[in-house]
C-alpha cells in the first residue's frame, strides 16, 4: 500500500506565491517520475509539470513562474508557484510512478488541493 498526502494550497492575491507539497509512503521500492497536474472547472486535467531523475517539464503556460523540485531522501514533490495569475485556480494533484517492494509498476495519485487565486 501506498499513500500520497497533499498540503499547501490555499487562496492567495494575483502575483503571490504558494508551494506544495506531496510526500509518498509506504511500500515504495522505487520512485521513477513525480508530477503536477491540475483540474479547473469545467475542465480536464492537465499537466503541470514532471520531474524524473534529471529531467523536467513544465506546461508552457507555467514556465518561469513554477518550478518543481524533489528530495528523494523524503519521497516528497514540491511545486514552488509564483506570479500567480487567477487562471492557475484548479484543484492540483499530485502523481507519483514507482515500483513497490513486490517490482509492481503502479501509478498514485494524491488527495488534490484547492489553489485559488484572487483578481
Known amino acids: 500500500q501506498v499513500q500520497l498526502v497533499e498540503s499547501g494550497g490555499g487562496l492567495v492575491q494575483a502575483g503571490g506565491s504558494l508551494r506544495l507539497s506531496c510526500a509518498a509512503s509506504?511500500?515504495?521500492?522505487?520512485?521513477?517520475?513525480m508530477g503536477w497536474y491540475r483540474q479547473a472547472p469545467g475542465k480536464q486535467r492537465e499537466l503541470v509539470a514532471s520531474?524524473?531523475?534529471?529531467?523536467?517539464n513544465y506546461a508552457d503556460s507555467v514556465k518561469g513562474r513554477f518550478t518543481i523540485s524533489r528530495d528523494n531522501a523524503k519521497n516528497t514533490v514540491y511545486l514552488q508557484m509564483g506570479s500567480l495569475k487567477p487562471q492557475d485556480t484548479a484543484v492540483y494533484y499530485c502523481?507519483?510512478?514507482?515500483?513497490?517492494?513486490?517490482?509492481?509498476?503502479?501509478?498514485?495519485w494524491g488527495q488534490g488541493t484547492q489553489v485559488t487565486v484572487s483578481s
Open positions: 509506504g511500500n515504495i521500492f522505487t520512485i521513477n517520475t
Open positions: 520531474i524524473s531523475g534529471g529531467s523536467i
Open positions: 502523481n507519483v510512478d514507482l515500483l513497490t517492494v513486490t517490482m509492481s509498476r503502479r501509478d498514485y
